[in-house]
């Protein structure tokens, strides 16, 4: 799916958008635009009013509340100016402010959305390692699969590479990542790569176990390949530090998708420095 361009339409769910006012916001509200006009959905914004943040008494909290749910409304506003100029109706899309902690709030929202779309701060040097403190916090805990996306990585409308790439660490591989991988290379009419980083720590078993990967992916694919002949499926196992792998390939695909074999409230280094430095959307899914 070129982002400039609708696709093929679908079953229609709702994509969550969070809007905080910056330019990474409003770079997922514009991602999430073109992902609505390609499957039918329906574009939910919301922002959330961090209540942790007020100091003082109750009267200057319930002041101070009141004052940044009104900064909300702009912020909604912004993001609801740039549905319409898209043309998406008006019935489509819903908005609100909400009061809590945002990771947190976003998080149990999603269990009513079919996909959450999240953007980015850039950062550099050791904030890396605390990357998107709000935007991981909801992605650990979402309920559907997560689209993370930074203004400063990727300030252009993606889609032209026609490339979709998935990152499988561990068996077997779920099927309900390679789907929603299937679903999204459907949409862009894009090629499918399946990667599978070995570890270069292992040394000289590094070869053995890349070609056991590969032999297994292989295996595994078979059917997938059968059921989705529409798609072109490539096999990619290197042998490299996985977050220097993955972050090469987001250079070369219009979306990442991680598979993710434990639940998300594992997450660990390896899924937050590819996020914190992936070179194009990166999706997060179990």
Not at 104 to 131: I, Q, T, Y
Not at 133 to 155: E, F, H, Q, R, Y
Not at 167 to 185: F, N, Q
Not at 206 to 217: G, K, V
């Amino acid at each position: 799916m070129s982002e400039s361009e609708p696709g093929a339409g679908g079953t229609r769910g709702r994509i969550l958008v969070g809007v905080d006012g910056s330019e990474d916001g409003l770079r997922a509200v514009r991602y999430a635009m073109r992902e609505a006009k390609a499957s039918g959905a329906d574009v939910w914004i919301v922002n959330v009013v961090d209540d942790m943040m007020t100091v003082g008494g109750l009267w200057e909290l319930v002041s101070t509340v009141e004052a940044l749910r009104k900064v909300g409304e702009e912020y909604l506003d912004e993001a609801r100016q740039i549905l319409e100029v898209a043309h998406i109706p008006a019935e489509r899309i819903t908005s609100e402010v909400m009061v809590g902690p945002p990771g947190p709030v976003l998080a149990d929202l999603s269990e009513k959305a079919s996909l959450m779309v999240l953007g980015r701060r850039s950062m550099s040097g050791l904030e890396r390692m605390f990357v998107g403190s709000t935007s991981l916090a909801a992605a650990v805990s979402a309920k559907c699969p997560v689209i993370v996306i930074s203004a400063a990585s990727t300030p252009h409308v993606t889609g032209g590479l026609r490339k979709v790439a998935v990152a499988v660490s561990a068996w077997p591989v779920h099927d309900s990542v390679m789907e929603w991988a299937a679903k999204e290379a459907t949409l862009r009419k894009a090629e499918l790569r399946v990667v599978h980083v070995v570890p270069d720590t292992l040394g000289m078993e590094a070869p053995r176990f890349a070609a056991e990967a590969t032999a297994e992916l292989e295996r595994h694919l078979g059917a997938f390949r059968a059921s989705h002949p529409e798609i072109s499926v490539s096999i990619d196992v290197q042998v490299d530090d996985p977050v220097n792998a993955l972050v090469e390939v987001s250079k070369e695909v219009d979306l990442l998708i991680l598979g993710l074999h434990h639940h998300r409230a594992a997450l660990g280094g390896s899924v937050r420095g590819v996020v914190a430095n992936a070179h194009c959307p990166v999706g997060l899914t179990d």
